[in-house]
């Protein structure tokens, strides 16, 4: 409590100085600090801080990105209202601008946060969007989100088959910077290995998501790769024991 005190002391005295674009930047980086030790609830506060600074029509980059780690935090949190609020903020600035790498990114999201919100119509809508964006520009970390982005609609959808073979492509065209998007397709194609009854082959393909997924502690892949793990050890195994390693 008295950290956070000092926090709005130091803070109210770079406002009343006018040094409001570096009280931005140390709300920013506080909020950082937050998102690694999980606290997201405190994270957001320092967020909105930030985001007061600005007037309501500034369409600057700074206030953009303050919107996307408002709507990330509020997404991962499962507050689709809140975060659909900031990303239409983002998403308008962006567009004011045209920058195009961001508008594509923004759309991705939007793709995520609609399946989220059941409505199939406007995640493809912004699929779409982001397709015919990337026609015009070599987008290689676009292409591969948008994919990722897909996954559950299409393992929902039962397109097994046609997403096996887009997922095979992507991991062919990974280098070995790309451990993340390894990690995370591998989650993906572990899945549907599963749905389609290949269950060794999904426990060892969903094994080396896992293991990459914890070196880089990328969290949201990790939980799915993990549930899966278990799903197969309960419902095909009957190891219950084995599961409970994974739930």
């Known amino acids: 409590a008295e950290k956070r005190q000092n926090n709005d002391e ?10 409001c674009e570096e009280a931005v930047d140390y709300l920013i980086i506080s ?15 320092f967020l909105n801080q930030s985001y007061d600074f600005f007037d309501e029509d500034d369409k600057c980059l700074k206030r ?4 996307l780690k408002l709507g990330d935090l509020y997404y991962q949190m499962g507050e689709y209202d809140k975060c659909q609020r900031y ?8 567009l004011s601008f045209e920058d195009k790498i961001l508008i594509i990114d923004i759309y991705i999201k939007m793709v995520k946060l609609y399946y989220k919100m059941n409505d199939v119509k406007t995640c493809l809508k912004y699929s779409n969007m982001a397709k015919k964006e990337m026609k015009s520009m070599d987008y290689r970390k676009g292409m ?11 393992i929902y959808r039962r397109k097994h088959n046609s997403y096996m073979k887009i997922i095979e492509k992507a991991l062919k065209s990974l280098g070995n910077e790309d451990k993340y998007y390894y990690g995370m397709l591998m989650s993906v194609y572990g899945r549907i290995l599963a749905k389609k009854c290949r269950y060794e082959e999904a426990l060892n393909v969903l094994s080396e998501s896992i293991e990459t997924l914890e070196e880089l502690e990328e969290h949201e892949g990790l939980v799915s790769a ?17 599961a409970k390693e994974y739930f």
């Open 226 to 242: 993990v549930n899966s793990m278990g799903t197969i050890y309960s419902d095909y195994y009957n190891d219950i024991e084995k």
């Open 64 to 67: 953009t990105r303050i919107c």
């Open 87 to 94: 990303y239409k903020i983002a998403e308008k600035n962006a």
């Open 10 to 19: 130091l803070i109210y005295h770079m406002s009343k100085s006018g040094k």
């Open 144 to 154: 591969l989100d948008l994919i990722l982005a897909l996954s559950d609609l299409m």
């Open 31 to 45: 909020s950082d600090e937050m998102i690694k030790k999980n606290l997201y609830k405190q994270a957001i506060q």
